[in-house]
Every structure is written in C-alpha cells, then in structure tokens.
C-alpha cells in the first residue's frame, strides 16, 4: 500500500497546510529508517551485552557498571579532562610589558622562563626612550553568528544563562509546541533557500518583540551562502521563529526565545566593520641590540549585525550568568592615535605568572567537544566539517549528559562538571579503546550518517557492531586468546614455514610460531643491523624467500629456505645492480 509522509519543520497552520499539499512519497525515507534502526540495534546490543560483561567481569557486586555506546566515550573525556588537571605542574613564568601613553605593550620575548634574564631586560631597558616604530590601522569584517541548531543553542544558553542541556531542549521543545519556533532537534545552522520568500512574513511577526525587524524590512533581504544552502540541511533547517506573535511564554521561555529571535535578526543585518589596529615599538637597549614591543587593539567602525545584541542590551535584561565571559565579548581595546617616529618615557614592569591546567568541562564546552568528538574547534566552519563525526545527535546529547549524572558517574560543581569516583573507576577498568574513543566512536556515527544517504549499507553496519561485540566479550572473559587471535590476524594467518603447524605472529623482539611451547623454533629478529623488519617486509620474506633493504654502501638481503631457516647476505653497490 503506497505510504505519504507530512514532513514539516514548523507547528503553524499554514506550515501544516503546505505540508499536506506536498506530502512526501514514503519510500524517500527509507534510508532515514535503515540508519534509525542500525542506530537502536546497535546501541541495545552493544549497551546490553558490555553492562553485563563487565557488571559480572568487574562489578564486585556493587551494582551495575552500565556501558553505552555514546555514554562511555564521553564520560572517558571527562575522566581524561580531569586527570590531565590533577596531574598538571603549574611552572612560573615572567613577561617584559611596558606601558607608553596609557596603552600596554607585551615585549617580543613572550613567556620568559628564567628569573634572571626577564630581570635583566627590565634593568636594560628601564630609563631608556620607547619608540613607535610603526602604527598600523586594517579594516576588517565580522559576520553575524551562524543560527542556531540545538547544540549550538545548548551551548550558548549554558554560557550566558546556565541552563542545562536537557534544560534547553524542553523548552525549546515547548517553544515549537507553541508556534513559535521551528523544529528544534537538529544540527544544520542554515536554511532551505525555499525559505528565502517567507523571511519578511517572519519579521513583520517578531516587528512587535524587535522593531530592527521593520529596518530590515525597509530594505532588501539579504540572500547569502552562510545562511542560504540546500546542500547544507538535511531533513530540517537550521532554528528560527515562525513569525506567530509570542505570548504565552515563561519567563525560562522567553529567554530561550529571545536568543532564538536576536540570533534570527542579526543574521539578515550587514557585517560588523571593525579596526584592527597594531602597534609595534621598540627600545634601544645599545647602538646594537634593541628590545621590540606590540599592542593590539579593536575598534568598531560600523555596528552591523551587533546593534541586535545593543538593543537588547538597552531593554535592562538580566545579567549574564557567565559575566567573566560576557565582559571578554564587551571590551574593546581602543586605542590612541600613533606616529611612527615618536618617542617618550615608558613605564616597563615584570610580570609573574604560572601556566594553567586545562579547563574542566562545563556543559557548554562538552557540548561541542561531542560535536566534534572531543577536538577542541573554535572556528565555525570547521566545526560544521566535524559534525558528522561527533559523538550521539544533537536531540540525545542532553539526554547522555543527564544519564551519567544519574547513574552517579559525573556530578557539578557550580558549573563545572567533574567524574566522580565511581565515573573514573569505571573508564579505569575498560581496556578496550574502541569503547571509550570519541574518535572511533565518532566513525560509527559518520557511518549511520552515510546509510541516511544511501553511501553504507546498514546490514554490514550492523555486522560490524555484532563482531565488536564479540570481540568485546572474548577480550574480557579470554584475553590471552584474544590477544593471540588478534596477532595471528595481524599476520594474515600466514602459516609458520618451519613446523606447518603453527600461524607466524609479531612478539616484542621478534617474529615467531604460535608452536614456540611446543618445540618450534622459528623466529625472524625485528633487528637486524641497522634494519627494522616490519610486517609486510616478514609476510614478503616467507612468500617470496628474500627480501631486499637499501643500507649504508649497498644492500642487506634476507633468504628464507624450505627448512624455515633465515639467513642474510650484505651485497656491495656492484653486486646488488
């Protein structure tokens, strides 16, 4: 029986309306079935099946050690974030600053680690004239921030407002039962260019909330890449308003919906110019040596997109939950007018300072570190290059995050987020990498994202999970056997060409028969001469009965006969042509 979809990113009448007018033939979406059910089968088969290896392996009758596919990867972030901070050795370092006309200089040898020569350039260079060698003033540009998909959106709520990730979704997912935003779980940050007509209809809904939105109006809309590509959205676009006038709202609600709303308008404002400006000076410390300075500074030429973000500013909202960070965002270092050639009086001084440990997580840098499965990326485009490998949906992340808080794996403190005991017990007591890797973790989900798009079939993925299981559950329970399958498949199951019997593996020292204690001798060094003999060079040798290595004067060249037995022979330039 034919099946017709109604696919819809907004809960607004006429949104419903158009839906139904152009309902989608079912079997488009089969592939988005295929990969929902490789993503459900295999995180309940590998979920159940390594909760109860390694609750029964390791538990201790202490409760239930729960594996997930996406958990346990993210709680081993934690675990490794954590103890990279308990281990850190903070080291002292001196900086040489100077301040000439009320601005702050940072002297080109950066981060000094010896007391005495920070304290003798400050000696060398105090009394002495500073000079402005040059002054240079570059305009530049800023694009508005991207919109927001539901990670994007977690992350800046926790920032500014200190909600939870979970937080965040349910009240974005009430702000879409209400009309008023379109579909939240998704992970685009642009729009279908079929949305580019309904765009004004949008802000003359939100002119009441934001009169910028009638400025907006007053001109032409904006039709750019960085908000416009169909080959950017997949099965929903990016979060917007609908344009349904807000009421209704909690005060956690509006907030959510304001973000939405700003992040919306800047987006159709222009640019934001700015000047970039950089000082450099120097001072001469004698006729041959001089010590080189340079300041850098900020000035906004024309708001652009930022006057959004001023006017909200200007209706006396809330501080900021994050003010630290919030008053980084609002400084700008201004800066006076410089002449190359000028010269005065500087005040030099030393500044002591220690390195830092890496931060803990807060929910907001988690986040994005499973967005980009644990790399640390700052920079917008390349994070959108990312997503396919990050670890869980933007729909699940919060749910994962709330998860190991109940199991009792992680706990906050303010907002930090810390493992606690039992959550670094556990990422301890799991060998397997493929269990707590974002990376790897990172490419099963890459995978169920090419089975959305035709390019992997699900029943090899779901083989692959099967055999990872397996693998899982013989390395716990037999890992002596495992190990020894694992090294015999190294080897391609080359059978030992001295005894027959036995497959050919790699020891630390050299290659040898899995026979050895039974009798069989044969063993190939990993050494030999100024010669490291890796697999494929030992799988060449019993295939072929030599193999040939380049060194000093000529050639190293190794025979293997019938017997197994090894010999070399060093040939000269002459003999090796």
């Not at 000076?281 to 001089?290: C, I, L, N, Q, R």
């Amino acid at each position: 029986m034919p099946v017709k979809r109604l696919w819809i990113s907004s809960l607004t009448e006429e949104a419903i309306r158009e839906g139904f007018k152009k309902l989608r033939d079912g079997k488009d979406y089969i592939p988005l079935y295929q990969a929902g059910i490789s993503r459900a089968v295999g995180d309940w088969m590998l979920g159940m099946n390594a909760t109860r290896l390694f609750t029964l392996k390791f538990g201790n009758n202490d409760g239930v050690l729960s594996i997930g596919r996406v958990q346990t990867p993210t709680l081993a972030m934690i675990v490794k974030r954590q103890k990279e901070i308990e281990q850190f050795i903070p080291e002292d370092f001196w900086e040489v600053k100077t301040k000439y006309r009320e601005v702050e200089f940072s002297s080109e040898l950066g981060k000094i680690k010896k007391l005495e020569l920070a304290t003798k350039t400050v000696e060398e260079i105090t009394g002495k004239p500073f000079e402005i060698v040059s002054f240079e003033v570059k305009e530049g540009k800023e694009s508005a921030p991207r919109l927001f998909d539901l990670t994007a959106l977690q992350v800046e709520a926790n920032k500014k407002m200190g909600y939870s990730a979970e937080d965040t979704l349910k009240l974005i997912q009430s702000l879409y039962e209400k009309k008023l935003v379109t579909y939240p779980r998704v992970d685009t940050t642009y729009l279908s260019e079929d949305l580019y007509p309904k765009i004004p209809e949008i802000l003359q809904g939100i002119a009441s909330v934001n009169p910028l939105a009638n400025e907006l109006l007053a001109k032409p809309i904006k039709k750019s890449k960085q908000i416009f590509d169909n080959k950017k959205v997949t099965d929903h676009h990016a979060i917007i308003p609908t344009g349904v006038n807000p009421n209704n709202m909690s005060k956690d609600e509006a907030r959510i919906y304001m973000l939405v709303l700003n992040r919306f308008l800047a987006a159709f404002h222009p640019d934001c110019k700015v000047a970039n400006t950089v000082v450099i000076g120097k001072v001469d410390v004698d006729a041959e040596k001089s010590l080189e300075f340079k300041a850098t500074g900020k000035q906004i030429l024309e708001p652009g997109w930022r006057v959004v973000y001023d006017f909200e500013k200007n209706q006396k909202q809330e501080e900021p939950e994050d003010k630290e960070e919030q008053n980084a965002e609002d400084e700008e270092n201004l800066m006076p007018i410089f002449e190359a050639g000028e010269s005065g009086p500087h005040e030099p001084k030393l500044e002591t300072k220690k390195t830092s440990p890496p931060k803990p997580y807060t929910e907001a840098t988690l986040l994005r570190a499973m967005e980009t499965a644990g790399k640390q990326v700052d920079d917008e485009e390349l994070r959108e290059l990312l997503k396919d490998n990050g670890i869980g949906r933007p729909s699940t992340r919060a749910n994962i995050i709330e998860t190991l808080f109940r199991r009792k794996y992680i706990e906050r403190k303010k907002k930090n987020i810390f493992a606690t005991e039992k959550g670094v017990h556990l990422i301890d007591t799991i060998s397997n990498e493929l269990l707590k890797s974002p990376e790897l973790t990172g490419e099963w989900e890459k995978k169920l994202r090419l089975i959305e798009k035709q390019q992997y079939d699900h029943e090899k993925f779901k083989e692959e999970l099967k055999q990872m299981v397996m693998d899982l559950t013989n390395e716990i329970l037999s890992p002596k056997a495992y190990r020894m399958q694992k090294a015999i498949e190294e080897m391609g199951g080359l059978t030992c060409p001295k005894c027959a019997k036995g497959q050919v593996i790699q020891g630390n020292k050299a290659f040898g028969c899995t026979q050895f204690s039974v009798g069989c001798d044969f063993q190939i060094p990993k050494q030999i001469f100024d010669v490291t003999l890796d697999v494929n060079s030992v799988k060449n040798l019993i295939y072929k009965g030599n193999v040939d290595f380049d060194v000093p004067n000529g050639k190293l060249r190794l025979r293997l006969d019938q017997e197994g037995t090894m010999n070399f022979q060093r040939l000269t330039a002459d003999e090796s042509m």
